[in-house]
């Protein structure tokens, strides 16, 4: 049986053609400078100074790399198609869009856990960390996220896009993700829905108990300290993480593991836009106004390259 793919579709967007959805593009295009800007900041500063030379600040830089490409993936596209007055995309741009989202998707919440539990080892065994949480056991963690999440996102894009598609080619949104693709094909996808539910389970809800469980023994031994002093200290090393974690994990579950019955399209593209645009610039500056190393790091930085010329 030949499979009928067309070799073009159509995004509906996420703008119309108004005076406000001008203003938004404007506003979005900002953001996207503003979010590579700050990542590529946090990444040059974790390389140049040698105190943020520790797992946690190279797992960190490995998060806002992610942050780069999750906001590539999508913004250019969408406010090219805008300027352009364009909202077609090749079939190979739809595979890639649909891949590298699912797997970033995947290897951001297995780097979280892995976050999780390097902030697990500093504060229950901050003795043993230099043992426990070693530079050889980092570069497996971070190289075993990226391969399992792009083992997910292979097989998801890939079951995906084997569908027929020859009706309709618009895809109710701002750019190729799986469910919205999903939705256009004309065979029964009734099994493959179901295989990618439990998919996201698994990608999300392993790596999240495994942060729930991590962050249960920290607060457990936090509790424990009889210096208020460490214990202010030891939260603070956990917020920022725990805020990029409520923010990936919020909008995630938010969208993908929801009932059918409670899902709106409208819905779907503002949460997805939480996630694709606003997150990748509030990743940064979380890390940087709430630790007091990256200040450090990025006040020399400054005092160096520009204070120092005035």
């Not at 649909?98 to 979280?112: D, N, Q, S």
Request: aromatic share 12%.
């Amino acid at each position: 049986v030949l499979l009928c793919v067309e070799t073009h579709f159509i995004l509906s967007g996420l703008f119309q053609y108004g005076l406000m959805d001008t203003f938004l593009c404007v506003a979005i295009v900002i953001l996207f400078a503003a979010a590579l800007m700050g990542n590529i900041i946090l990444i040059l500063l974790i390389q140049l100074y040698t105190r943020l030379h520790t797992p946690m600040y190279f797992l960190l830089s490995q998060l806002s790399f992610m942050d780069i490409m999750n906001i590539s993936t999508t913004v250019p596209k969408m406010t090219t198609d805008f300027l352009l007055n364009s909202k077609t995309i090749t079939f190979l741009g739809c595979v890639i869009q649909t891949f590298l989202f699912m797997v970033l998707g995947g290897t951001e919440a297995l780097l979280l856990a892995a976050m999780a539990y390097d902030r697990y080892v500093a504060i229950c065994h901050p003795l043993r960390y230099p043992i426990l949480m070693n530079q050889k056991l980092c570069l497996h963690m971070t190289a075993g996220s990226w391969l399992l999440g792009g083992v997910d996102g292979l097989i998801q894009a890939g079951a995906t896009l084997s569908f027929p598609y020859c009706h309709s080619r618009e895809i109710n949104h701002f750019f190729c993700e799986a469910p919205s693709l999903v939705r256009l094909a004309c065979a029964d996808t009734t099994f493959f829905e179901f295989f990618m539910y439990v998919c996201c389970i698994l990608m999300l809800l392993i790596p999240l108990s495994l942060i729930l469980a991590s962050y249960s023994l920290i607060l457990a031994a936090v509790l424990c300290m009889k210096s208020t002093a460490a214990q202010k200290k030891a939260f603070a090393t956990c917020s920022s993480h725990l805020a990029v974690v409520g923010l990936f994990y919020g909008t995630l579950i938010f969208t993908y593991m929801r009932p059918k019955s409670y899902r709106s399209v409208a819905h779907d593209k503002v949460v997805s836009a939480f996630y694709t645009i606003f997150t990748p610039v509030l990743n940064p500056l979380i890390y940087s106004v709430r630790n007091k190393d990256v200040k450090g790091a990025l006040r020399k930085w400054l005092e160096k390259h520009f204070l120092g010329h005035l």
